[in-house]
Each structure stands twice: as C-alpha cells, then as structure tokens.
C-alpha cells in the first residue's frame, strides 16, 4: 500500500492559481490509478481528477478546462494544476491511489480556499 503526502494548498484570490502536489512512496506508484477528491463543508467527498497508470485523464464538469492533472512516475509524484479559481473551489483536496492487488490509499489532505 502506498503513502501519499498532499502539499501546495493555501489561501488564494477568485481568479487566482494553486498547484498541489501528491508524493508517493514505494517503486511501484507508476501501477497506481491516481485521482484527486475534495470536501467542502457539508458536502459529500466528490471527484475532480483521475489519471490512469497509463496516462489518460478524466475531469469533473465543474473543473474542465480550468484544473489539469499530470504525473511524473520517476518522481512518485501526481499534480493537480488549478486556474481559474472559485470561490466553489474551497475544500480539502485529498490524493487517492488505486490498484487492483492492494487496498486504495487515501492522503491526509491539503486545504484550499478561494476567497473573493
């Protein structure tokens, strides 16, 4: 099972950028299905990224054309390019790992706040 380590969150300007970033441990991330969730307060965990072992992505409608997800295997490590900030954007962003062998694996999450 991997463990993910979620940096880059912060406080920033409607309009504004972020780039989070998800470490992983272990020689064998490059198997792992990457996504990114995120929880705002008294909401349900919900998808915004998803990035297959082999690269291929899947988006939120409410963040296409404004988030962009990407992974350096060499570097164990998965992004999560964020532009075009809204104040709906707020929330805990976690990084999520799955592979088939091992149970899924969560990160302890990062916050992110858009004010106006």
């Known amino acids: 099972q991997v463990q993910l380590v979620e940096s880059g969150g912060g406080l920033v300007q409607a309009g504004g950028s972020l780039r989070l970033s998800c470490a992983g441990s272990?020689?064998?991330?490059?198997?792992?299905?990457m996504a990114w969730y995120r929880q705002a307060p008294g909401k349900q965990r919900e998808l915004v990224a998803s990035?297959?072992?082999?690269?291929?992505?899947n988006y939120a409608d409410s963040v296409k054309g404004r988030f962009t997800i990407s992974r350096v295997n060499a570097k164990n490590t998965v992004y999560l390019g964020m532009n075009s900030l809204k104040i709906e954007d707020t929330a805990v962003y976690y990084c999520?790992?799955?592979?088939?062998?091992?149970?899924?694996?969560w990160g302890q999450g990062t916050q992110v706040t858009v004010s106006s």
């Open positions: 999520n790992a799955k592979n088939s062998l091992v149970p899924e694996s």
């Open positions: 272990g020689s064998i991330f490059g198997l792992y299905n």
């Open positions: 990035i297959t072992s082999g690269g291929s992505t």
